[in-house]
Structure formats: structure tokens, C-alpha cells
């Protein structure tokens, strides 16, 4: 039975672009904005989903369970919800079933999965996966017109060989005075001597 059109248009208004693709036993950190006295946060719930119910439509949802003090506790959360602000995949493992509700009466070793070699991933509401070709094109054309030009290159190395010179003048000049100090020193000692000597 195909869906009215008016309800897919009102539902496509309220759909996330980058729908995160769950499934049972991927370990998930789900953020969620809490707003408490005229003030939003973020509340993190981490744990295994058990399930995954409906499609990528507006009915999806997921289940997830974690351990908290010795007790389990399992949260519900809407696929397309804008209280959900980000997900991430931890880890994923190795399953053989759709729901994993065998998970609720074991503890332990027992409750542990065999860990999948899928990498680790995040969705985040707004984030893009793929730019378009315009939008690739216009970063291209404002990287290269901020780039700085080969003028600008030689106008710096310019600047510093100014600088390089007048530092290498001032030393000079400062070396030549303290040899002129130094020769007047040994004159004024050589004066010295002669006077003792002409007093003996």
C-alpha cells in the first residue's frame, strides 16, 4: 500500500539527510538534548541496542540497553528525532538474530558479543556526507584566491634581508667602539707605567 503524498512531503520536511544505518549489537553513545528550567544540555546514554524496529522513515526506532548500578535499563529512541543531537558507534559485534532480548537474562561473561572489525562512526544532525560539485568548486576558488602569491613571498624575503643587514651594521659598529675603548685603555696604562718609571 503506497503512502499518501501529502504525508511523505510533510514527513520529508522532518527526515534527517544522514539517517545513521544501526543495527542489533552495535554498541552506541546516544546525545541527547535535555531541557530543564529554560536551559538545554546534552545527556549522554551509552549501551547495546538490542533492536531495531520500523525503517529509515519517520516510524524507526531503536532500543538501547546498558547496565547501570547492577540494574538494566533500556531507552527507546526515535530514529529522526531532533532531541537527538548526535550518534556514535562505538563498536559493533557479531550477531545472529534481529532482537537480541537473550541479552536481558544473561550477566557477565555470558552477556559478552564477539566484536566485529567494523570501524568506529558518528552522525551528527546537519553533518553532510557528501559536498556538492558547486560547493567543492567555490572552496577550490576561495583557497586559491587567499593562498598568498609569489610577490608576497619576495616582498617578506626582501623585508628580512633589511633587517638581517642592519642587525649585521649595528654589530659592527658596535664592535669597532669597544676596540676603540680597548686601545685607549692600553694607552692610558702604557702612561701610567712611564710615569712610575720616570718617578723612580
Given at each position: 500500500m503506497s503512502k499518501n503524498p501529502m504525508i511523505s512531503l510533510v514527513e520529508?520536511?522532518?527526515?534527517?539527510?544522514?539517517a545513521p544505518v544501526l543495527k542489533p549489537g552495535d554498541v552506541v553513545r546516544v546525545h541527547q538534548r535535555i531541557v530543564e528550567a529554560g536551559k538545554e544540555r546534552i545527556q549522554v546514554f551509552e549501551g547495546l541496542i538490542i533492536s531495531v524496529s520500523g525503517s529509515k522513515g519517520m516510524d524507526g526506532s531503536f532500543?538501547?540497553?546498558r547496565i547501570a548500578s547492577g540494574v538494566g535499563v533500556e531507552r527507546i529512541f526515535a530514529l529522526h528525532s531532533p532531541k537527538i543531537a548526535?550518534?556514535?558507534?562505538?563498536?559493533?559485534?557479531?550477531?545472529r538474530r534481529a532482537k537480541l532480548y537473550y541479552i536481558r537474562e544473561l550477566t557477565g561473561r555470558k552477556a559478552r558479543l564477539k566484536a566485529n572489525s567494523l570501524k568506529s562512526e558518528a552522525w551528527?544532525?546537519?553533518?553532510?556526507?557528501?559536498?556538492?560539485e558547486d560547493e567543492k568548486a567555490d572552496?577550490?576558488?576561495?583557497d586559491e584566491a587567499d593562498a598568498p602569491k609569489d610577490d608576497d613571498f619576495e616582498t617578506v624575503a626582501e623585508v628580512a634581508n633589511d633587517e638581517s643587514s642592519t642587525q649585521d651594521d649595528n654589530e659592527v659598529s658596535?664592535?669597532?667602539?669597544?676596540?676603540?675603548?680597548?686601545?685607549i685603555e692600553t694607552d692610558e696604562v702604557?702612561?701610567?707605567?712611564?710615569?712610575?718609571?720616570?718617578?723612580?
Open positions: 520529508s520536511k522532518h527526515l534527517k539527510k544522514n532500543a538501547v540497553r548526535k550518534i556514535e558507534r562505538v563498536k559493533s559485534s557479531r550477531v551528527e544532525e546537519g553533518m553532510m556526507l557528501e559536498e556538492p572552496d577550490i576558488e576561495n658596535e664592535a669597532e667602539e669597544k676596540t676603540d675603548e680597548e686601545v702604557k702612561e701610567d707605567q712611564k710615569k712610575s718609571i720616570d718617578k723612580e
